[in-house]
């Protein structure tokens, strides 16, 4: 069965920065693409980064670009997501995917709450 599992996240006043952790078991992230995705109270769920498998490009969502950065470290199994310049708007609760065809894993999500 594969998991994964994210640490990290919690309370940051704006301007602060927070990493997020998402830790694969039972499969490697090196077969999928991955991202992250967030969801704010009343809100859609909505994509924020992601990294293709096949030749590593990367998209970040417009009100993030410049302020967050997609990690993978294939040698850990991990994937991260470092958030810089953190504004109260960036308050969700994110999520790590993994996919691919025929399969498709998410994360237990974690709160990330930007306030003074």
């Known amino acids: 069965e594969v998991q994964l599992v994210q640490s990290g996240g919690g309370l940051v006043q704006p301007g602060g920065s927070l990493r997020l952790s998402c830790a694969a078991s039972?499969?490697?992230?090196?077969?999928?693409?991955i991202g992250w995705y967030r969801q704010a109270p009343g809100k859609e769920r909505e994509g924020v980064s992601c990294?293709?498998?096949?030749?590593?490009?990367?998209y970040y969502a417009a009100s993030v670009k410049g302020r967050f950065t997609i990690y993978r470290d294939n040698a850990k199994n991990t994937v991260a997501l470092q958030m810089d310049s953190l504004k109260p708007e960036d308050t969700a609760v994110y999520y790590c995917?993994?996919?691919?065809?025929?399969?498709?894993?998410w994360g237990q999500g974690t709160q990330v709450t930007v306030s003074s």
């Open positions: 039972g499969s490697t992230f090196d077969d999928y693409t």
């Open positions: 990294m293709s498998k096949s030749d590593g490009n990367i």
């Open positions: 995917r993994g996919w691919g065809t025929g399969y498709d894993y």
